[in-house]
Protein backbone atom coordinates (compact mmCIF):
# COMPACT_ATOMS: atom_id res chain seq x y z
CA UNK A 1 0.00 0.00 0.00
CA UNK A 2 1.30 3.68 -0.52
CA UNK A 3 1.80 6.25 1.76
CA UNK A 4 2.88 9.49 1.50
CA UNK A 5 3.16 10.77 4.85
CA UNK A 6 3.41 14.93 5.37
CA UNK A 7 5.42 16.82 8.25
CA UNK A 8 6.50 19.82 9.74
CA UNK A 9 3.42 22.18 9.29
CA UNK A 10 1.95 24.49 12.47
CA UNK A 11 2.13 28.15 13.36
CA UNK A 12 4.14 30.76 12.21
CA UNK A 13 4.11 34.49 12.00
CA UNK A 14 4.34 36.26 8.96
CA UNK A 15 7.94 36.74 7.50
CA UNK A 16 8.63 33.33 9.35
CA UNK A 17 9.64 30.12 7.60
CA UNK A 18 8.99 26.46 8.17
CA UNK A 19 10.25 23.11 6.20
CA UNK A 20 7.79 20.56 5.00
CA UNK A 21 8.75 16.63 4.76
CA UNK A 22 7.19 14.39 2.65
CA UNK A 23 8.27 10.42 2.91
CA UNK A 24 6.66 8.10 0.41
CA UNK A 25 6.92 4.44 -0.09
CA UNK A 26 6.45 4.40 -3.52
CA UNK A 27 9.12 2.13 -5.25
CA UNK A 28 11.36 3.12 -6.92
CA UNK A 29 10.90 6.75 -5.03
CA UNK A 30 14.00 8.24 -7.51
CA UNK A 31 11.38 7.31 -10.72
CA UNK A 32 8.71 9.38 -9.46
CA UNK A 33 7.96 12.84 -10.20
CA UNK A 34 6.79 14.56 -6.90
CA UNK A 35 4.77 17.89 -5.96
CA UNK A 36 3.46 19.60 -2.97
CA UNK A 37 -0.37 21.07 -3.31
CA UNK A 38 -2.25 23.19 -1.01
CA UNK A 39 -6.11 24.25 -0.24
CA UNK A 40 -7.31 27.05 1.78
CA UNK A 41 -10.66 26.95 4.00
CA UNK A 42 -13.29 27.43 1.34
CA UNK A 43 -10.67 27.21 -1.83
CA UNK A 44 -10.31 24.48 -4.78
CA UNK A 45 -6.63 22.54 -4.15
CA UNK A 46 -4.32 24.30 -5.78
CA UNK A 47 -0.45 23.30 -7.05
CA UNK A 48 2.50 24.69 -5.57
CA UNK A 49 5.60 23.13 -6.51
CA UNK A 50 6.93 20.20 -8.38
CA UNK A 51 10.41 18.30 -9.04
CA UNK A 52 11.08 15.39 -11.36
CA UNK A 53 13.23 12.54 -10.94
CA UNK A 54 15.74 14.88 -12.92
CA UNK A 55 15.57 17.63 -10.65
CA UNK A 56 13.79 19.76 -12.69
CA UNK A 57 11.29 22.22 -10.64
CA UNK A 58 8.44 24.62 -11.11
CA UNK A 59 6.87 26.69 -9.13
CA UNK A 60 3.65 28.63 -9.02
CA UNK A 61 3.94 32.25 -9.11
CA UNK A 62 2.58 33.13 -6.07
CA UNK A 63 5.83 31.14 -4.19
CA UNK A 64 8.57 31.63 -6.58
CA UNK A 65 11.49 33.34 -4.89
CA UNK A 66 9.81 32.18 -1.27
CA UNK A 67 9.35 28.43 -1.78
CA UNK A 68 12.26 26.15 -2.56
CA UNK A 69 11.09 21.98 -3.44
CA UNK A 70 13.80 19.35 -2.99
CA UNK A 71 14.24 15.59 -2.63
CA UNK A 72 16.50 13.12 -1.09
CA UNK A 73 16.47 9.58 -2.90
CA UNK A 74 17.93 8.09 -0.36
CA UNK A 75 15.46 8.88 2.43
CA UNK A 76 12.47 8.84 0.00
CA UNK A 77 11.93 12.20 1.10
CA UNK A 78 10.75 15.13 -1.28
CA UNK A 79 10.63 18.83 1.15
CA UNK A 80 9.14 22.01 0.72
CA UNK A 81 11.36 24.87 2.46
CA UNK A 82 8.92 27.85 3.15
CA UNK A 83 10.51 31.23 3.90
CA UNK A 84 8.65 35.08 3.81
CA UNK A 85 5.12 33.22 4.78
CA UNK A 86 2.59 35.55 4.42
CA UNK A 87 -1.00 35.13 5.64
CA UNK A 88 -2.41 33.83 2.43
CA UNK A 89 0.03 30.99 2.87
CA UNK A 90 -2.28 29.62 5.23
CA UNK A 91 -3.84 25.93 3.83
CA UNK A 92 -3.30 22.27 4.10
CA UNK A 93 -0.07 21.47 2.43
CA UNK A 94 -0.50 17.98 0.78
CA UNK A 95 2.33 15.84 -0.97
CA UNK A 96 1.54 14.08 -4.08
CA UNK A 97 3.37 11.63 -6.44
CA UNK A 98 3.23 10.70 -9.78
CA UNK A 99 4.87 7.95 -12.10
CA UNK A 100 4.60 9.13 -15.55
CA UNK A 101 4.42 12.96 -15.77
CA UNK A 102 4.76 15.88 -13.42
CA UNK A 103 2.00 16.76 -10.89
CA UNK A 104 0.86 20.33 -11.32
CA UNK A 105 -2.74 19.65 -11.76
CA UNK A 106 -5.12 17.48 -9.36
CA UNK A 107 -5.84 14.99 -12.27
CA UNK A 108 -2.39 14.49 -12.81
CA UNK A 109 -1.78 13.16 -9.33
CA UNK A 110 -1.70 9.14 -8.78
CA UNK A 111 -0.95 9.58 -4.99
CA UNK A 112 -1.98 12.22 -2.24
CA UNK A 113 -0.67 12.76 1.48
CA UNK A 114 -3.15 13.22 4.14
CA UNK A 115 -1.84 16.63 4.81
CA UNK A 116 -0.06 19.02 6.55
CA UNK A 117 -1.93 22.44 8.14
CA UNK A 118 0.41 25.56 7.62
CA UNK A 119 -1.16 28.46 9.67
CA UNK A 120 0.57 31.97 9.15
CA UNK A 121 -0.49 34.72 11.46
CA UNK A 122 -0.13 38.45 10.32
Known amino acids: QVQLVESGGGLVQAGGSLRLSCTAS????????MGWFRQAPGKEREFVAAITWTTNTVYTDSVKGRFTISRDNAKNTVYLQMNSLKPEDTAVYYCAADRSGVPTTVRAVDYWGKGTLVTVSS
Open 26 to 33: VRPFSSYN
